[in-house]
């Protein structure tokens, strides 16, 4: 079910998303004031933020469990974020939001390496060819044509975009830093404190 305030402006939660109010939220979100708050809401507020933008509407529970699988590293845990495939069509451009990937996968539009995947958690190797379906290729055309991502967006270097064959190659595994965010790393090291005393 779609949520009616996912790109709430007065809350001000930075989604995957080129929607232009989710786009005005990235600009006017002002860093986390450290003086006015104690340790434990400084942590909180940063998993609340990094949370929300790295895994959408992904539970508390399923984010735990990568935490847990990934040495309890927030950074590695980012990394393999990245390699689910809803992330990958929204970082490959081929979705303007990753709610929106999420949905082309549920009607049965992206093949990974030649096999139909229905799962948006599902997770690519080193490697791995990511297509659309030529019948979902309006919504790839669409996107890229976007005004916002036309003017801002850029592929990551881990990912192997062509257009014409509506395909994107998962090259290998992301650093840190080349995972793009609005975010700080301090909070990013907040968020991985949250879970190391919670997880």
């Not at 080193?126 to 379906?133: A, F, K, M, T, Y």
């Not at 036309?150 to 592929?155: P, Q």
């Amino acid at each position: 079910m779609r949520r009616l305030y996912r790109y709430c402006l007065e809350r001000q939660q930075p989604k995957m998303s080129w929607n232009t109010q989710n786009c005005y939220n990235i600009v006017q979100r002002k860093p986390l004031n450290e003086r006015n708050l104690n340790l434990y809401q400084l942590e909180w507020k940063s998993k609340a933020l990094c949370r929300l933008y790295f895994n959408g509407d992904v539970t508390e529970r399923m984010f735990k469990k990568v935490f847990n699988e990934n040495g309890r590293n927030i950074f590695d845990t980012l990394s393999a974020m990245e390699r689910r495939v809803d992330n990958i069509l929204f970082r490959g451009l081929f979705a303007s939001s990753v709610f929106r990937a999420r949905q082309l996968i549920s009607t049965g539009g992206v093949l990974v390496n030649g096999k139909p995947v229905d799962r948006p958690s599902f997770q690519v190797s080193d490697g791995d060819i990511v297509q659309i379906e030529p019948s979902k290729a309006v919504c790839a055309y669409l996107v890229s044509s976007h005004p916002m991502i036309r003017a801002w967006a850029f592929c990551p270097v881990y990912l192997e975009v062509n257009y014409a064959t509506l395909s994107i190659v998962f090259l290998r595994k992301p650093t840190f830093v080349e995972i793009p965010n609005p975010f700080p790393k301090y909070m990013i090291d907040n968020t991985g404190a949250y879970y190391s005393k919670r997880g």
